[in-house]
T-cell receptor, first 108, second 113 residues
Framework: KNEVEQSPQNLTAQEGEFITINCSYS?????LHWLQQHPGGGIVSLFM???GKKKHGRLIATINIQEKHSSLHITASHPRDSAVYIC??????????FGTGTRLQVFP | DAGVIQSPRHEVTEMGQEVTLRCKPI?????LFWYRQTMMRGLELLIY????????DSGMPEDRFSAKMPNASFSTLKIQPSEPRDSAVYFC???????????FGPGTRLTVL
């Protein structure tokens, strides 16, 4: 079993839809990262959070440390949100462990 | 700030050749990370440095891989000799402190024929 699991693996949506991507992990962590990888390959850090909720524009990330679960939400999705979304956790060894990613396609 | 700079952006080489990838972290950041991304294994941490010192290199696949950080503004990842299975995208990232948000470079796409 992977230490970091994401669901779904692939997601398609119509422009304007509300998107939820889930991340579950099995290790103890101090924080969780959400990354976005664009079709061109570049990786951007979206959030790093250790509790509660963070919001940036149309993106919202939540984490429940007790349940070892985090969600990334996109409100009013847009075709430019099409990307791979990756969650990553640093367990006690400090090395980031990455989920396999969720490939999101938003159609106009 | 220009962000994390990596060079080259693309490298095509033949099996057995030495390959050197370069990274310039964001000025002021004291942690630097080298990652490899493949279709089969996704993103993997190879090695990371804190204050120019290698902290954990357990992700380095084998002795053919080596990394150095001679100063706070430069790091190299070397593969010698290269093999076709080393073909991947190699990312460098930096952060202020190893537990903080990481900023990724554009990556180097390596193809070993």
């Amino acid at each position: 079993k992977n230490e970091v699991e994401q669901s779904p693996q692939n997601l398609t949506a119509q422009e304007g839809e509300f998107i939820t991507i889930n991340c579950s992990y099995s290790v103890g962590i101090s924080a969780l990262h959400w990354l976005q990888q664009h079709p061109g390959g570049g990786i951007v850090s979206l959030f790093m959070l250790s509790s509660g909720k963070k919001k940036h524009g149309r993106l919202i990330a939540t984490i429940n440390i007790q349940e070892k679960h985090s969600s990334l939400h996109i409100t009013a999705s847009h075709p430019r949100d099409s990307a791979v979304y990756i969650c990553a956790v640093p367990p006690a060894t400090d090395k980031l462990i990455f989920g396999t990613g969720t490939r999101l396609q938003v159609f106009p | 700030d220009a962000g994390v700079i990596q060079s080259p952006r693309h490298e095509v080489t033949e099996m057995g050749q030495e390959v050197t990838l370069r990274c310039k972290p964001i000025s002021g950041h004291n942690s630097l990370f080298w990652y490899r991304q493949t279709m089969m294994r996704g993103l993997e941490l190879l090695i990371y440095f804190n204050n120019n010192v290698p902290i954990d290199d357990s992700g380095m696949p084998e002795d053919r891989f080596s990394a150095k950080m001679p100063n706070a503004s430069f790091s190299t990842l070397k593969i010698q000799p290269s093999e076709p299975r080393d073909s991947a995208v190699y990312f460098c990232a930096s952060s202020w402190g190893q537990y903080n948000e990481q900023f990724f470079g554009p990556g180097t796409r390596l193809t070993v024929l």
